[in-house]
Each structure stands twice: as structure tokens, then as C-alpha cells.
């Protein structure tokens, strides 16, 4: 049985279209090109998790903090600062960031078109404003939301105040993300329903456990998938 005549707030970034798989592997050729000569991989990437960690609490989200977030790893492991020279390897490494064009997610496109004709769909992303706008203009994806709205940081308080702004009824109201902590949980916390799409290049910082008990929480393998619900 569909759910009709509700309010679908959706997730960008992995949700909408491919973004963390272009850091990871930004991620991964750092950490080749380190060649650290004690520390493997995985011990390597846990220090790094814990300087995007702390910069994403302190600075935000986007490219600009992740960038800095590898400059900060490099001194750390070097115990010195970065050369010109490796500051602009860093650059020629993150590359692909900077000509990184917007990829859809398979079906998203035609599932937005006829979701719209039923329900009201807002967008909610997370990031640096500038940023995310691009990303949402690239996508030719904003003519089928009521609304957009880019913030710093997804947490219970933000989609009270959306619900408020909008004068949402939380009930009649879906999140529809891939990220357990920005999406899902948060929203739950606020009252809302949420859909879990899970992507498999969610970033590690994104992680975390979602109430199998839930019944509030729809899980779906695939984007489409949300036209059988709604």
C-alpha cells in the first residue's frame, strides 16, 4: 500500500547522485603516495578519520575541509610542515574533486518526476553552501523540490526547525537519506518518519546503527524502489 499525499525531504549527496566515491579514492591515493614506512593503510586512514572528525566538527563539510584535513595529516605524520612541493602534490591528487561532474544515481531523474506529481518534496543537504549549490545546479534536479535548503549540520534541532519553517507535520513527513547519522536517526529523534537507502561508499564518518525494530523506518535497496511506497 502506497503512502499518499506526503511530505519526502531528501538527502543529496549519496542519496541523489555519487559524491564520497570520488573522495575515497582522493583518500586512497593519499595514502599511496604517503608510503609511510611503519604505518599500513589501515592504520593510517584511522588517523586520518580523526582529523576529518575533529575539522568536520570545527570547519564543516566539503572539499576545502577535507583538503585541509590532509594537509593536517601530512604534517602529523611528517612532525613537520608541508613543503610548496607536497602542498601541491596534494592538489594534484584531489583533482578530481575540482573537475568532479555530477553523477546521478540510476533512476532518480524519472523516480523525482513522478513523486512529484504526488507528493511535496524538499531538498536538505548539508555542506559548504557554495558548494552544494553547484553540485545542486550541475544535477538539474532543483525544479522538482518546493523548497532547498543547505545547512551547516543535520541533527534533530535542524529538522524541528525545518518542520516549523515549513509548517511540516512530522508524521506526514519522510528523510530520505543513505546516512544513519545525518538522516535517518536525526530525524527520527525530531518525530519524522525516514527511508534508508543505503550506498555502499557512504563515508566512515556517516556510519551508525539504525533500530532494526523501527517501524518508523523504511529500508529500500534502490531509489526506485520509493515509487512502490509512495
Partial sequence: MRH???ILIFDADDTLWENNVVFEQVVQD???????PTMNRTELREILDDIERANSAAHGYGSKVFLRSLHD????LRERPATVAERQQILELAKALIDYEVELIPGVTETLAELGARHRLLLLTKGDPEEQQRKIDASGLDHHFRSVHIVAEKHAGTYLRLAEEQA???ERAWMIGNSPKSDINPARRAGM???FIPNANTWALEHDEVDPADERVLTLA???ELLDHF
Fill in 4 to 6: 499518499t499525499d506526503q
Fill in 30 to 36: 593519499f595514502l599511496g603516495w604517503l608510503d609511510h
Fill in 73 to 76: 595529516c601530512l604534517e602529523k
Fill in 168 to 170: 511540516l507535520h512530522p
Fill in 193 to 195: 518518519n525516514a527511508v
Fill in 222 to 224: 534502490r531509489f526506485p
